[in-house]
């Protein structure tokens, strides 16, 4: 539905994580895949994330959903944000399907705002990489170099950063995009009624992991390996730990985590576990092996759900790591490698389904719990 106008190879060589830029016409004759009523319409629901952000006599603020109105949208100056609409609309969800060039681990989720004229979020930095992509109307840009700015709360929901000397400064307009590397200061207003859709990929920071892996071990180490003195001698100085203690300690609290492989049954739970709500709808009966097949050989394409991650390590390929759960799906990896690659599958899985007994069962069981849907 969206292809990229990009020289990928020349973009990761030369911007990714490097510097920002703005890619005119990334998406030539672009037209919004969600109008402003859906984005409404999502912004009144229990399950997602939005904002609402205005100013009030020159002062900001921001507002939290669900909404029941959206008054404060017939002023100019106001935004609204949606969080993670790729899980919940399909059409917007074909957006996030041209940056799969870049690893399906990274990928956070797909933000869409809707501003009124003067619309914006104020200056700020974000901790992650994102491609913003202009929909209807216009939108004034500017990003700064990185480098060490002041940051504040403007408001208790809203974060900005001190004034920044523009490296960028450009008007989007529809299917234009503009990338940001993390760390990259960045403010935008709408000229004129707009939609911009941000594609937005995490980067975990050392708190955010250790934090996780910690919680894992508790979870999951049942036998805990506890400190102990390798050998103790009359101790003149009993105030002072001593280099071999230290050691000791260092080792006790890696042991867990000594080489990369031993991360990988956190690392695939935990980066597979989505961030945001998913619209899973399990069928109302289940699948059988054989309903499968017949779709199949009728023609059906079996969709990944909106925001679901799937991933595998290079070490094991066998082990799959989906929505926070692992499978195993050794002895079929191709199927297993195929369901993570790709957003969408249909014939070339039939081939693989009807040779392993073990492999359909699997995907049966998927599709059963409303992680692949047939259309």
């Known amino acids: 539905m969206f292809e990229l106008n990009l020289d990928i190879n020349d973009f990761l060589d030369t911007y990714w994580q490097k510097k920002p830029t703005v890619i005119k016409q990334g998406f030539i004759d672009f037209e919004d895949p969600i109008m402003p009523d859906e984005i409404a319409g999502l912004a009144m629901e229990e399950d997602l994330e939005s904002r609402l952000v205005y100013q009030k006599e020159g002062q900001w603020q921001a507002e939290s959903g669900p909404f029941t109105s959206f008054e404060k949208l017939e002023n100019d100056g106001a935004t609204l944000l949606v969080q993670a609409v790729d899980h919940w609309h399909p059409d917007a969800q074909e957006l996030v399907r041209p940056f799969r060039f870049l690893p399906n681990w990274r990928i956070d989720d797909l933000m869409i705002s809707y501003s009124t004229p003067k619309g914006g979020v104020g200056p700020h930095i974000d901790n992650y990489d994102v491609f913003i992509i202009q929909g209807v109307g216009k939108r004034h840009w500017r990003v700064g170099d990185k480098t060490a700015l002041a940051q504040f709360a403007a408001h208790g929901a809203l974060k900005h950063c001190a004034p920044f000397d523009a490296i960028i400064d450009v008007e989007l307009e529809a299917g234009d995009i503009l990338y940001i590397p993390c760390g990259y200061p960045h403010e935008g207003y709408a000229v004129e009624t707009s939609i911009n859709y941000s594609v937005g990929f995490r980067a ?11 919680d894992y071990c508790i979870d999951t180490n049942e036998s805990p390996e506890r400190y102990s003195d390798r050998e103790m001698l009359l101790r003149e100085k009993p105030g002072k730990i001593e280099t071999q203690e230290l050691n000791e300690l260092h080792r006790v609290m890696l042991a867990n985590c000594a080489t ?110 409303g992680y692949w849907y047939a259309v």
């Open 204 to 214: 975990p920071d050392q708190n955010d992991l250790l934090s996780s892996f910690t």
């Open 260 to 369: 990369p492989e031993m991360l990988m049954p956190w690392f695939g739970r935990m980066i597979s576990e989505a961030k945001h709500d998913l619209d899973i709808a399990e069928p109302e009966q289940p699948h059988a092996p054989q309903s499968i097949l017949e779709q199949l050989e009728e023609g059906a394409q079996f969709i990944r759900l909106g925001g679901l991650r799937a991933v595998y390590f290079e070490q094991t390929p066998e082990l799959l790591f989906i929505n926070g759960e692992q499978f195993d799906c050794e002895g079929f990896t191709q199927l297993g490698h195929h369901l993570c690659d790709q957003d969408e599958v249909g014939s070339e899985l039939y081939d693989l389904l009807i040779e392993d007994k073990n492999a359909l069962n699997l995907f049966t069981h998927l599709v059963n719990l």
